[in-house]
């Protein structure tokens, strides 16, 4: 089992940018594609972005194309989720996770990540 810990959230204005880092110990990530998905007050932890083990395949959620970069640092065994133009309805509890399988897809649901963070919270102000 990998232990994953997101780091990187905090207060910002709206328009602004942040960068999300999630830090993996217990076993390599190879060659699991990571995720990011994130969680608002009364809402249902919902899918952001995923990619690949090599970086070379990514996908994102509609509400966050062209803003929000996912990217892995292998040696380091650390992905990241580069933030920008924020807007207030990105404020989220945000979480990394580790899937099950090698295998990549485009489409992925929870059940798809055996691994989790424990989230670092995300907050824009408008």
């Known amino acids: 089992q990998v232990q994953l810990v997101e780091s990187g959230g905090g207060l910002v204005q709206a328009g602004g940018s942040l960068r999300l880092s999630c830090a993996a110990s217990?076993?390599?990530?190879?060659?699991?594609?990571m995720a990011w998905f994130r969680q608002a007050p009364g809402k249902e932890r919902a899918f952001v972005s995923v990619?690949?083990?090599?970086?070379?395949?990514?996908t994102y959620a509609d509400s966050v194309k062209g803003r929000f970069t996912i990217s892995r640092d292998n040696a380091k065994n650390t992905v990241y989720l580069q933030m920008n133009s924020l807007k207030p309805e990105d404020t989220a509890v945000y979480y990394c996770?580790?899937?099950?399988?090698?295998?990549?897809?485009?489409?992925?649901?929870?059940?798809?990540?055996?691994?989790w963070g424990q989230g670092t919270q995300v907050t824009v102000s408008s």
């Open positions: 996770a580790a899937a099950r399988s090698s295998f990549y897809k485009r489409n992925y649901q929870l059940d798809d990540f055996g691994s």
């Open positions: 217990g076993r390599t990530l190879s060659p699991l594609p």
């Open positions: 990619i690949n083990w090599t970086g070379a395949s990514t």
